[in-house]
């Protein structure tokens, strides 16, 4: 069985100096609790940073550290306090954190973290590559590793790899600001299969890919020059159990037993049987939106007064990144605004914001979900947002209301919460104001919806649908790599064909013997593929035809020389050696003055396309076009022109960024086997890269070696990746 390892910035453990040795305490995030399971039941190792500076360690320190963590199934990455400073404070949080949660203007554009980042996750990469081995899988998590799914791929291709992001994917307008940018898309796609919280993030990161590196994406797969990838919406779920198994547990506590909080709060509802609180809990951090959400409770006490002295903001903030200048500054407008409220409406019995700056332990914290009627969650951006999960699984009676922001990814999953804009403070005040006093029957019905949903997809199912995606794309690629032409393949291949006495070869020409231009006028043969032509039509024992959706003109005036036969417009024109042009077919093209005005809004309306007319076909080519823009638009054609096709007995092809029209029943397969008819060949090979070529591979004999330029889905027996390996194809047959 193949092992499962996951690397992420911190080891899910943390490591405490005691006197005069190390202990070890599980971490209780939620991450930690769904990976545990996962990489011991598969056998593999966690790798991550143990949480202390190597600088403050003895070497003999670092030594038992390593061994205690051994017994853990970890492994340590050590970090000093400079690279934890530049790689973690430095690239990930003042960086990649800010522009990720589309604010920018707090982005420190320093190169020396950057070089620290690249440093680091080069250090992540290699301590994995000390243990992986072919064929297992690693699960690297969350902004702080972007580049190690490459750094690790680039080593070991047979690994699978899975990347998932726990914090949003930005649009691409926001993502193109970073200098990086390019090396941190190359990075993730390192991975086979990139996990999101939601399809949103999903869609940006798409996006991102398609502009900054022109892959080509269908559906969820990313096509690369020799590999596939996956990418999925994953939204994280909690350990559901353990949050309702412990609120029924304190709510089964007696008074005496129950925490000194508890009893606070109890003391706080014994005042008036009409009383209300209402929770928010969340880390400092300015993406969380608690300033806004001071803001709107205290519009709510102006616009509803009769709520003062019976509602308080229970808010707990847990401190973090305290050093850093934003957070510095953040803290202080929350102290400020907290202590103006509680200066202006609070009373002897009566606090409107209880603020809590420290962090609390796990039981506390279900007091305070099973205690609050409502729970106020306003990001201005948030991945995922697991604190509103926590809230539901806490309801154990099914009562409380959720108010959540559009702009947390939890908000997906939670259509019967109250959803606010987070920026928009009379619509919080209002929401709180509906929240309070939504009838119990309400309350409970929302509150099952959301229970049954959030208990459905808990963590252990997240992690389970991560490695089932892990598995499926370790599948697909398997396929797609079936076909590819080993170097045991190519032997068998040449040895065939040199015993072979007479050989067709059929030769696409764009895409399979040169490369794409922008301009495909400035696609003319270079020298060396005039010189490989030469050779194969020398060699008495082959018919070489050079068969592509090209016109007439341009391929004679570029290959007219050559004792090549040319079938050129996917079969319409046929040239023999020697021999002038023949219609293969008595085709029509009366339809083209319909078609072709359909052709032209499409380019008046998308810049960069434009038309090519054939003698009996009619192309839009949309290379030059933005390419988001252009895919769109290419399937609003392809369905504009379906319906009038199906009237004109005409077909549309759909070529690399381009869109045929031309007369139905002539294509590339009823062209090479017509061709085929004339003669007997004991070897027949062909090579092409796009859909057109599809119809030749499907047609042709089971015998023929039917070659796919490119890594995608195709009828043919045997794939090679670029228009380079079709040279050296090309090379290795001319000299048999
Ligand atoms: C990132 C993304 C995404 C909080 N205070 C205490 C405490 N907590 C626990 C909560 C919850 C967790 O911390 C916070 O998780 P969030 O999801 O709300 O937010 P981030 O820390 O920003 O996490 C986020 C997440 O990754 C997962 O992918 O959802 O969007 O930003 O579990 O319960 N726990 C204890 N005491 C506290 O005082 N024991």
Known sequence: MSKIHIVSNRLPLSIKKEENSFSLAPSVGGLATGMRSIYKEYGGKWIGWPGLAKDDLTEDEVLEIDDKLVEEDCLAVHLSKEEINLYYEGFSNNVIWPLFHYFAQFIDYNHDYWEAYKKVNHKFAQKALEIVDDGDIVWIHDYQLLLVPELIK?????????????????????????????????????????????YDYERHFFSSVRRLLGYEISFNEI??????????????????????????????????????????????????????????????????????RLHAFEKFLIKYPEFRNKVSLIMLVVPSRDEVEQYKLLKSEVDELVGRINGQYGGVNYTPVWYFYRSLPFENLIELYSTSDVALITPVRDGMNLVAKEYIASRINQSGVLIISEMAGAVKEMGEAIIINPNNEAEIADSIHQALTMSMEEQKRRMRYLQDRIRRYDVFKWSREFIKGMKKVEKLQHNLLAKRITPAVSRELVGHFSKAKKRAIFLDYDGTLVDFKNDPQAASPDAELHKLITTLEKNEKNTVTIISGRDRETLERWLGDHKVNLIVEHGVWLKKIGEDWQMLDNISSSWKPTIRPILESFVDRTPGTFIEEKNYSLVWHYRNSEPEQGELRANEL???????????????????????????GINKGVAAMRFLRDS??????????????????????????????????????????????????LKDLGEN
Not at 657 to 662: D, H, L, M
Not at 696 to 706: G, Q, V
């Open 223 to 292: 096509h690369l020059e020799d590999r596939i990838i996956l990418a999925d919406a994953f939204p994280m779920g909690i350990d559901y159990d353990k949050f309702e198994n412990m609120a029924k547990e304190i709510a089964h506590k007696p008074l005496s037993e129950r925490s000194v909080l508890h009893r606070e709060l109890e003391k706080y509802f014994l005042v008036s049987p009409d009383r209300k609180l209402i929770l928010s809990i969340d880390r400092l951090d300015y993406t969380k939106g608690i300033p806004n």
């Open 638 to 664: 392809k369905d504009e022109l379906r319906e009038m096709t199906a009237n004109h007995n005409l077909e549309i092809m759909e070529g690399n960024k381009v869109i045929e029209v031309k007369a139905g």
């Open 680 to 729: 007997q060949y004991d070897s027949i090979i062909a090579l092409g890269d796009d859909w057109t070529d599809e119809y030749m591979f499907r047609e042709l004999p089971k015998s023929a070696y039917t070659i796919k330029v490119g890594m995608k889905k195709t009828e043919a027996s045997y794939k090679v990746e670029s228009v380079r390996s079709v040279r050296n194809l």
């Open 154 to 198: 680039s080593v070991k291709p047979n690994v699978t790899i899975g990347f998932f992001l726990h914090i949003p994917f930005p649009s691409f307008e926001v993502f193109r600001i970073l200098p990086w940018r390019n090396e941190l898309i190359r990075g993730m796609l390192g991975a086979d299969l990139i996990g999101f919280h939601t």
